[in-house]
């Protein structure tokens, strides 16, 4: 989480919202991405979705059923659906997103039936260093 | 939306699960694509995403909310986040998807206090030719 973390910081750094993600794959660093939408002018370039997608072209595959993930804020409902699309085993977030998490706000996603994989969730990691991070970026911008 | 179905038809022809999707604005189409997670190795890969990346890359911006969509498939969780990330204006779609929706279906994304933008949404355009394509592909995998 301290990687996906660092990543968030360079997001915040480029004028992202700052989310930072990472994929290991038996505690090794698959792909390491930070929320890039305004730069890559892709309004699905978040986090969890660059790196997913980086770790599948490293990987050579379209299933990460024995890949982790690790995230600072909880994943919306586009990368919710990416998440159980590349059957991600494991998924780490850090802050919780009442506004826009589609985990445990919401579509609650993992739970609906026609959600046809769930990864295994714990929440909370690093919660309190990727929720300051994401409160000073939006106070500096009101 | 005859687009869209020529696209889910080459998708099909690949291999793929046959979803095509296009992006018009103005009545011009600005991309079009065919689901491909398995020729890309990308399980983000579904038509509806490639065509918003093709036309946000076109475009050279992340909004598209002069834009419309048009896609064979009722679109997934995934999908239907992107389609709110993006800020589509109109969403017309063909069959429904009672197994993977996200629209009529499941979470019913677009109806969440956590979505943030509500396109306009027209089911069932060109429904018949897209079911039927998508049960012959997958009676011939059975």
Chains 1, 2 share one sequence.
Not at 77 to 94: F, K, N, P, Q, T
Request: net charge neutral.
């Amino acid at each position: 989480m301290r990687l996906a973390l660092s990543a968030a910081r360079e997001a915040a750094a480029a004028g992202e919202v700052p989310v930072g993600a990472v994929v290991t794959l038996a505690g090794e660093v698959m792909a390491t991405s930070a929320n890039a939408p305004r730069a890559l002018n892709d309004p699905t370039a978040h986090a969890e979705m660059l790196a997913i997608r980086a770790a599948a072209e490293v990987l050579g595959r379209e299933r990460l059923e024995d890949c982790d993930l690790w995230v600072t804020l909880e994943p919306c409902a586009m990368c919710a659906g990416a998440i159980s699309h590349a059957r991600i085993a494991r998924l780490y977030y850090g802050a919780s997103d009442a506004k826009g998490g589609a985990v445990e706000h919401g579509p609650r996603f993992f739970a609906q039936p026609t959600c046809h994989h769930r990864p295994e969730v714990y929440a909370g990691i690093g919660a309190g260093a990727a929720g300051a991070m994401l409160r000073e970026f939006f106070a500096a911008r009101r």
